[in-house]
């Protein structure tokens, strides 16, 4: 049985372009992607300290904290641990936390039960070092023009507690309603005389909550004033149907009642379908 927003909720969400959900799932659910990613960071460690670059890896750390400890160690020249451990990381525990049934109730309340998990998610580690900004954009800007008609549910999810002190994300209320927005070199910066003149709202989430958004919501985030790593993931859903507007990589379905022989259920099975779209 699917739970998915209220009609409140649903309400707002498509009248604002965006919807804080702050308990949405056992926060404990994100534990094996959080161990997922230290790994990551061990092993990198650990190879920065057998190239004489470190002195310690460390260990007594929590998550949000070891990762920045080795930043300001190195003077930030760790790129291949920081590339290691954002992106599109496929693994179990990423499968995982795509896949969550309370998420995809959540996606199915708003387009139905055909449902793509979108090719386009990222994990981030926005460092406490005031670098970390990212500027108004729409995560439309990042995809091609045939995925225009496609209503998307994005997802933010914080790995740990997000506030406006570590760099949660802020909104334009209904700036989904605009169309795409022109930006300058980069997506991540719309061309300030172009941004909505609706006041802005700040999103805090705790872990185990979610905020969502539309691919045309206007948001950002801010500087990270903590002593941890804000971590998170960017997630996206659309219909299975629906162009994508990253035709050249593959989603998968995760769930379907037209097709349920087509629905992805492990990760063996996600890592099949790159095989199968190699030319």
């Known amino acids: 049985m699917t739970i998915g927003l209220t009609d ?5 969400y498509l009248e604002e372009g965006y919807l804080s959900v702050e308990r949405l799932f056992d926060p404990a659910r994100l534990d094996p992607l959080i161990e997922d990613l230290n790994a990551v960071v061990d092993e990198w460690t650990h190879t920065y300290r057998a190239q004489g670059r470190l002195r310690d890896v460390w260990t007594d750390e929590p998550f949000e904290r070891r990762l920045h400890a080795i930043y300001r160690a190195m003077d930030g020249q760790c790129a291949e641990l920081l590339t290691a451990v954002g992106g599109k ?6 499968f995982s936390v ?3 049934s309370e998420i995809l109730d959540l996606v199915e309340s708003v387009i ?12 981030r580690a926005k460092l406490p070092d005031g670098t970390s900004v990212v500027h108004w954009h729409q995560d439309i800007g990042f995809l091609d023009p045939d995925v225009d008609d496609t209503f ?3 997802f933010w999810v914080p790995l740990v ?4 002190r570590n760099g949660c994300l802020e909104v334009i209320p209904k700036s989904h309603r605009l169309g795409r927005l022109p930006f300058g070199e980069s997506p991540e910066d719309i061309i300030a005389e172009h941004l909505p003149k609706n006041p802005s709202v700040s999103c805090p989430i705790p872990k185990g909550g979610a905020l969502m958004i539309q691919h045309r919501t206007v948001h950002r985030s801010g500087p990270n ?3 941890g790593i804000r971590w998170s993931l960017d997630i996206r859903y659309s219909d299975w149907r629906k162009p994508t507007g990253r035709a050249s990589v593959p989603g998968f379905i995760g769930r379907s009642r037209l ?3 087509r629905v992805t259920h492990s990760l063996s099975q996600w890592l099949a379908l790159f095989t199968d779209a190699s030319p």
Do not use: C, W, Y
């Open 89 to 94: 990381r496929k693994t179990d525990a990423m």
């Open 98 to 100: 795509l896949t969550l």
């Open 225 to 227: 004033f903590s002593d």
């Open 259 to 261: 097709h349920p022989e």
């Open 152 to 154: 998307m549910v994005n």
């Open 161 to 164: 507690d997000a506030d406006e």
């Open 8 to 12: 409140t909720q649903k309400r707002f």
């Open 112 to 123: 139905g039960p055909e449902i793509l998990v979108h090719p386009q998610f990222n994990s």
